[in-house]
């Protein structure tokens, strides 16, 4: 019988992590691409961001899957996809939009499992909330590692050419065989009778995805931005890569210690996130002739991610039943994909707001943004008090 408590098993329910945010790791082999099948600009576009639509459309069909064959086998099928989209197909294909369909069968298959990440972590976990908060930070550095790992891989391998980039996604198959052998099938039999209560997700789910579509929306736009703000203060040819390259470190650390400030600060770990940020976008919106400005915002922008949505996925418990908690997951990451896709719009809707032209304006826009719900949800919990006994191990933290 598998022990969830094992080390094995945290490991391998780690490791389907890694993947998760790969899909923009193979883009340095794009140009070599190009040039070997003869392609547009746009074409080159799509193989690198055609992934993003599958795993919309699986994240939203993974819970039903689930629900027919159960969560291991998703997640199970979600890393074959992978494995053999993803890294196998395009060893061997030669033909663009083939290459295209199996990008589409690599989303699908993060798409199937990106959910289920979360949400595996909570059922095992139910009723350990400070090994659930744990876990669920090093997912998030899980995430960051994979980013940074897989894409200095891709790199590596692109000496051999183009098509063997593609073979990063091959460590699949041994994150696929880990899981197997480690972790245990969640059955409905697992969940306490007392936990079943009929179609358990309340409303306030849906108000958790709106509230983590605005923060993706607000980390894309910095992350979108700041090379060209960056331009904007040093010049044409200033080269801002070696600070992008920063930012997956910050996310690895803050990540790991997620535990130690969830038992530290339990809800409070949200309120510091959103100050944090609110902090981030006030130092980018006055940095305009301040190159060291503007990389204090840009580097304090790389921490709360790791403590707000960590918290999120951990607050789940609140909002979700045992038997919901994969749909109300599958509907938090259809709300940051949702605001990966519209930051760029959001950003020209800050811009013709703030009358002006100036690229940094937007950032004063959101700091204010923040700063008013912050405040809204402090004072919101001041008059109902959320249930902090399951998010700091037992304890009401109001």
Known sequence: MINRNSVMTRLAILSISLLLTS????????????????????????????????????????????????????????????????????????????ILASRFVLGAGFGLFNSLAVSIINLLFHDEPQQRASLLGYRGAAENIGNAGLTLIAGVLLAFGWRFSFAVYLIAFPILILFTLFVPEIKEE??????????????????????????????????????????????????????????????????????????????????????????????????????ALLLIGYFISGIPGSLIFPFIYNSLNLYASPTKMTVATSVILIGCNLGNFIAPFGLSTLQLISGTANLFAPFKLLSILLIVILLGIFFHKRRTPIQGKVLNGGKNLD
């Open 190 to 291: 697992q969940v306490d009778d007392t936990q079943k209560q009929a179609g358990e997700m309340k409303p306030s789910v849906y108000l958790l995805a709106l509230f983590a579509l605005f923060l993706v929306m607000t980390f894309v736009a910095i992350g979108v931005r700041f090379p060209t703000m960056v331009t904007d203060i040093k010049g044409a040819n200033y080269n801002a890569s070696n600070f992008l390259a920063v930012m997956p470190i910050i996310g690895i650390v803050t990540g790991s210690l997620f535990g130690w400030f969830n038992r530290l600060l339990g809800e409070k770990c949200l309120y510091l996130g959103l100050a944090l940020l609110a902090l981030a976008t006030f130092l980018i919106a006055v940095s305009e002739n301040n190159f």
């Open 23 to 98: 899909a923009m790791s193979i883009n340095g082999a794009l140009p070599q691409m190009r040039a070997a099948l003869a392609m547009t600009t746009t074409q080159v576009e799509l193989v690198a961001t055609l992934p993003a639509l599958a795993v919309v459309v699986f994240v939203v069909l993974s819970s039903f899957i689930a629900k027919g064959i159960g969560t291991k086998r998703t997640v199970q099928l979600g890393l074959l996809l992978v494995g053999v989209g993803g890294g196998i197909a395009p060893l061997f294909l030669t033909n663009y939009w083939l």
